[in-house]
């Protein structure tokens, strides 16, 4: 029980002196926290005291966070440094090695480097503690300023801020930063904006155009954010600095990642560039019920990534600079001139054309993509580096597929894979296979085995054909020289008597003075004069040798049975080392022979998905399973990463469970077992749309479907290099081009289906021996641009078409064998008439002249499922036509940024709710922290007033501007709303209460500065809430008013009808804030309760009910900020109902006359709390005074 084993700690460590500077140990106020003080050896009027909350008490003593806070008045800053940097140390740690992190942490912070603050410009944030606090240097400031000085609470410290003054931001780190936010990106920074700094670039994946398909492929999700963190160890330099030093790698170090949020936490961006703790610091202004939204995760693109933004984007970018060149033609430059440009030895051929060449990108790519800063000015000082180094970013991620991931040049083929790989070169092939770049293979066969299966199947049907085009060279395989009678040896093999029957022992005949094999060499061991040589192939590893020329082995295993299985007696063997480079091996033949010996030592799939199932956690890799070879799994791992081609199996086989819903499965197919095949990448994808919107935009049936057939052997090149007309296989009556039928008879005569019944010995048809899917043939079904008239031939059901961007492939049918192994594999492909759920089931419209049939000459029916949402548009009807977006003529790249910009302020909050269903539209993005916003638009270095008198104009003046109101009040698609109309006498302003403690009184302060900034530094339209200074008489108690709702929203509707612009709310916080939560209730209007029709979360006293108002649902890390936006989303949220005002019969509009009394709220708020199961905070009652 984590609770009883965390006061368990408590009470072990209190009365211990464990601790020299730690004293009075004890249990906080309540059971999730601690209380304790520090004492100084030399100073015994210096005493501090603390208080540490649990986050989750549920997850002690493994994965819960700390919050350690200090309550007392006078804190010296050096202390909140070093408490935050000790809070993510402790992360996870038991009370005793807590104690003893902060122990150590204040000794040298106050005892052994005396009290005195950390250097400016640097906060510690990227340091360990000793880091953090072995060189402070400078002086405590005054602490006597009022602490309603803004710049007294720094933002990135905890509740209780420092006295420190930070110096004013770098000139060019906030320009630098606007330049990005206009460009379209989210901006944000973890650490301090006048020292150690990491930059946060990021824009969610599903504003880059990728299909669907990528996605999958690419294992990314459509709403996490893409983040480019850069880390800047001695301070922001900009593009110029950068530009003109030859040694920039120390400056700044740049890493991509993944996250739901558009920014990290601190702890995961330090671990991105040092490799260090894994502990996870809460950050402050985040709603979240963890920290796993800000959680930094893993692309799978990251080390090729991170390796050419870190070696090579400068030096690009220098290139780019000087000889003014795009960026094909810098990267190209680069490539070509290594050693000679960079050393500034030669000069380039300015006027090459190889180095001339622009940016080349599709017509319907986004602009956010296509956009190129860097050509938007000459001047270097004009220059955003975050945004010159997020577009390069971008290039390569969204077009990774015409990249080679190890040397990053431009990948020389036309065909244009959904998934990345390396150029021809072999030591890329080598490295990218040495260094894991490529896929998990244990991940793919537990995921996908069939396809896996399918993968080795296709490959084993080439070798065994002798067709392979591309072969495993540069992967350093040791392989058997099966062609090569002279490396033949013999022996005798007899088995051991032991209890498990795995090893064996081999005795060498005709043995050498010298031992030639040696413990973990891999051997072939063959019968000979086998009837069917290739099938007695047995691979076993050797154990030991110490008693040569007796060698002791590995049971040897082949094709699924071992081969001394039913033996009693030695037997006369011969065998072979595994001795010779595959690369050294001459001849596509032998090679090719090797490949398919070394296939058919392979188990099956579902037994290498089964042992993977078993193997612990830390030991899931098929490396360490004895029974496969290590060259035999070097070429699985390259049929697999080389497998450009993303292919999905649909529905259920082998007894598996779940699987794809059976309205994703082609009617018509009985009997073939459906995957689905899509081979293009985002580019060709995004071609093949571009193709269909120009030569069927004003066609009622925009494609057709059309099969293809090919003899397995040709399958394993066709997923690399797609569907082409390079070879002539079955001759060419009807002319060059890709050759297809809309029947699917006619495709089957082609597949050479019925080779392994007429010649089962045929080599053409050779089946890998140990696939479960055992199969006979392979066919694709291919969605064709519909214009019968442009291709070469189209006459009785046949077409024949020469342009292969007008060709997507899109399934992929195999008929399968049945046999004892699977005869449960294949079922049904069928999907009944009627559906139990009622649901109807959306298929593509085929044109009547060009319908595809399926087996025994039925038509199909093709779900609508297969496409993306975009192109699901494409397959209706006349009126529901889309032309590609393209930025509209007669606007700047900024105007068409502008515009779309304003489109997506007029979004609605029910849109934000139901996160967004339009794959470009970005409502559905995490709102931005008000530290964030604040580096943005504060000019707090420009102005000449002193810090005092600056902190009393923002309390006693309202901070929306003249400019911001008028643009507001010209918005007509929100509720109009100007400030500063809510009078003092309209609503009750309460004096200070007698709970008022000093800690809870500095944390309020800070916050009500918090937000008041960021309520000056954006526009109102934008954060919805606005809170006047004047209204505020102390910090417990905060009139707030929620406007600018959406008039496409029922509440927005029902305020404008009534003539109001604001929905009033009081914030009432308790005398520990910020361990509980504050009360929030509804002054006015009233709103129509929940039995009548209401919703939005407020209780029928006008109390919001919401989880995270209440004991249970409260942490102390919550901004008010982001408290405010969740209620306004509560309120406008469609599940169960949106807020609806009361209708005039039952309450006058005259706002002195319709408002909710205290006493209500208190009372519904704890019968909400009652009915859900929620804790009341601690004093709530207080708060009723």
Not at 497 to 510: A, C, F, I, K, M
Not at 533 to 551: E, R, S
Not at 645 to 658: E, H, L, Y
Not at 741 to 746: E, G, I, S, T, Y
Request: proline share 6%; net charge negative; hydrophobic share 35%.
């Amino acid at each position: 029980m984590p609770r009883k084993h965390f006061v368990q700690d408590l009470e072990r460590v209190r009365g211990t002196g464990s601790f020299p500077y730690l004293h009075n140990i004890r249990k906080g106020d309540d059971d999730e926290s601690i209380c304790f003080s520090f004492s100084h050896p030399d100073d015994p009027l210096m005493t501090l005291d603390f208080q540490v909350a649990v986050s989750d008490l549920t997850e002690y003593p493994h994965s819960h966070q700390y919050l350690i806070f200090s309550t007392s008045t006078t804190v010296p800053p050096a202390v909140v440094d070093v408490l935050e940097v000790a809070q993510a140390a402790a992360a996870g740690s038991s009370v005793s090695d807590l104690l003893s992190t902060v122990n150590d942490a204040l000794e040298k912070t106050l005892v052994s480097g005396s009290h005195q603050d950390t250097p400016e410009g640097g906060s510690g944030i990227d340091n360990s503690i000793t880091d953090a606090v072995a060189s402070p240097d400078s002086e405590i400031e005054s602490d006597s300023e009022t602490p309603w000085d803004d710049e007294f609470f720094d933002e990135d410290q905890q509740f209780f801020g420092s006295s420190q003054k930070p110096v004013a931001i770098s000139s060019s780190l906030k320009p630098d930063l606007r330049e990005t936010k206009a460009a379209g990106f989210k901006v944000g920074y973890l650490g301090d904006p006048n020292g150690s700094v990491i930059l946060s670039i990021s824009c969610r994946i599903s504003r880059l155009g990728i299909s669907e398909e990528a996605m999958q492929a690419w294992d990314v999700q459509g709403n996490q954010y893409l983040v480019l963190l850069l880390r800047f160890p001695q301070g922001y330099v900009n593009a110029n600095h950068l530009l003109e030093l030859k040694n920039s790698s120390s400056l700044v170090q740049m890493h991509v990642g993944l996250c739901a949020s558009y920014k990290p936490n601190i702890t995961d961006a330090h671990q991105a560039f040092t490799g260090t703790s894994t502990t996870h610091l809460p950050v402050s202004g985040l709603i979240t019920q963890s920290d796993s939204v800000e959680k930094l995760l893993s692309l799978f693109l990251e080390i090729p990534l991170n390796t050419l933004l870190n070696e090579r984007f400068i030096t690009i970018l220098r290139l780019r600079h000087r000889y003014s060149l795009s960026w094909a033609g810098a990267e190209s430059l680069f490539n070509d001139c290594q050693g000679l440009i960079l050393n500034d030895q030669q000069a380039p051929q300015e006027n090459h054309a190889l180095y001339r060449c622009k940016d080349e990108w599709g017509d319907t790519v986004p602009h956010l993509v296509q956009d190129d800063h860097f050509s938007s000015t000459n001047d270097p000082e004009c220059l955003s580096f975050p945004l010159l180094a997020m577009q390069f970013t971008l290039r390569h991620f969204v077009k990774c597929t015409q990249f080679c991931l190890v040397c990053h040049c431009k990948t020389d083929t036309n065909f244009e894979a959904l998934k990345p790989y390396v150029c021809s070169k072999p030591l890329c092939l080598y490295q990218y296979m040495a260094l894991g770049i490529g896929p998990s293979l244990e991940w793919e066969i537990t995921r996908q085995p069939l396809v896996i299966d399918l993968l080795i199947s296709f490959a084993y049907a080439s070798a065994c054909a002798g067709s392979m085009e591309e072969l495993p060279v540069g992967l350093r395989m040791m392989v058997p020289p099966l062609y090569d009678p002279t490396g033949i040896q013999s022996g005798l093999l007899h088995r051991l008597g032991n209890e498990h029957g795995l090893e064996s022992e081999l005795t060498v005949n005709e043995p050498h003075q010298e031992i030639l094999i040696k413990q973990g060499d891999w051997i072939l061991i063959d019968k000979p004069n086998g009837d069917e040589k290739l099938g007695q192939y047995g691979f076993c590893q050797v154990l030991d040798t110490n008693k040569w020329p007796i060698v002791k082995i590995w049971e040897p295993v082949t094709q699924h049975t071992r081969v001394m299985e039913s033996a009693t007696d030695p037997l006369f063997v011969n065998f072979t080392l595994h001795n010779v480079n595959f690369d050294d091996i001459e001849g596509r033949a032998h090679k090719q022979q090797i490949i398919v010996g070394l296939l058919q030592s392979l188990p099956d799939v579902e037994s290498m998905k089964k042992w993977l199932e078993k193997a612990a956690p830390g030991s899931k890799n098929l490396s360490l399973w004895k029974n496969i070879p290590p060259a035999a799994l070097d070429l699985l791992r390259w049929i697999v990463a080389s497998n450009r081609s993303c292919i999905v199996q649909d529905g259920t086989a082998f007894g598996q469970s779940g699987g794809t819903p059976r309205h994703n499965l082609v009617t018509g197919m009985d009997g073939y077992l459906q995957f689905r095949f899509a081979q293009g990448s985002p580019d060709k994808e995004e071609k093949f749309v571009s193709a269909v919107s120009k030569n069927s935009f004003n066609s009622k049936y925009p494609t057709i479907f059309a099969w293809h057939g090919s003899a397995l052997s040709n399958w394993h090149g066709i997923i690399r290099e797609g569907l082409h007309f390079k070879k002539v296989t079955n001759g060419r009556a009807c002319g060059d081009g890709v050759y297809m039928a809309r029947d699917f008879d006619m495709s089957a005569s082609y597949s050479g289906r019925h080779a392994f019944v007429s010649n089962p010995g045929m080599r053409t048809g050779s089946k890998w021996p140990n696939s479960l899917l055992n199969m006979t043939c392979a066919i694709a079904l291919n969605e064709v641009v519909n214009k019968p008239s442009e291709f070469v031939h189209h006459a009785n059901g046949v077409y024949v078409v020469d342009r292969i961007e007008w060709i997507q492939t899109r399934y992929l049918f195999v008929d399968c064998q049945k046999s004892p192994v699977n005869q449960n594999l294949v079922g049904p492909s069928t999907p009944p008439v009627e559906h139990a759920t009622g649901d109807e089931i959306l298929y593509y419209a085929q044109h009547p002249d060009y319908t595809a049939t399926g087996v025994d000459g039925k038509p199909i029916n093709i779900p609508m499922t297969i496409f993306s949402r975009r192109r699901r548009n494409l397959g209706l009807d006349n009126d529901e036509q889309e032309e590609p977006k393209t930025a509209a003529k007669g606007k700047s790249k900024k105007e068409e940024r502008r515009s779309q910009s304003r489109k997506r302020k007029l979004r609605s909050t029910e849109v934000l709710l139901n996160d967004a269903t339009d794959d470009g539209d970005d409502t559905a993005s995490v709102a931005t922290l008000a530290e964030d916003l604040a580096i943005l638009f504060s000019d707090a270095d420009q102005e000449a007033e002193s810090e005092t008198e600056k902190s009393i104009k923002k309390l006693k003046l309202p901070s929306v501007s003249k400019g911001k109101t008028k643009a507001m009040t010209e918005n007509t698609t929100v509720t109009l709303f100007e400030p500063g109309t809510l009078t003092e006498s309209s609503i009750t302003i309460l004096p200070p209460p007698s709970y008022a403690t000093s800690s809870a009184t500095k944390a309020l302060q800070k916050r009500l500065l918090q937000a008041l900034k960021a309520q000056d530094q954006t526009p109102p339209d934008e954060l919805g809430w606005y809170i006047n200074p004047q209204l505020i008489n102390n910090p417990y108690q905060w009139i707030i008013e929620l406007h600018s709702f959406d008039l496409s929203h029922p509440l927005g509707q029902d305020l404008q009808k009534a003539g109001l612009q604001s929905i009033i709310l009081e914030m009432r916080f308790p005398p520990d804030f910020p361990m509980s939560p504050p009360f929030v209730r509804v002054i006015r209007p009233r709103l129509l309760e929940f039995n009548q029709g209401g919703g939005g979360h407020v209780t029928m006293g006008g109390a919001l009910c919401m989880e995270l108002l209440t004991g249970s649902g409260w942490l102390p890390t919550f901004s008010i900020e982001n408290v405010l936006l969740s209620i306004r989303l509560a309120l406008c949220s469609i599940d169960p109902k949106p807020a609806r005002l009361a209708s005039t019969s039952s309450w006058s509009w005259r706002l002195d006359k319709g408002d909710y009394s205290v006493m209500e709220a208190v009372d519904a708020y704890t019968r909400a709390c009652r009915a859900h199961g929620w804790q009341v905070p601690k004093d709530f009652e207080k708060m009723a005074w």
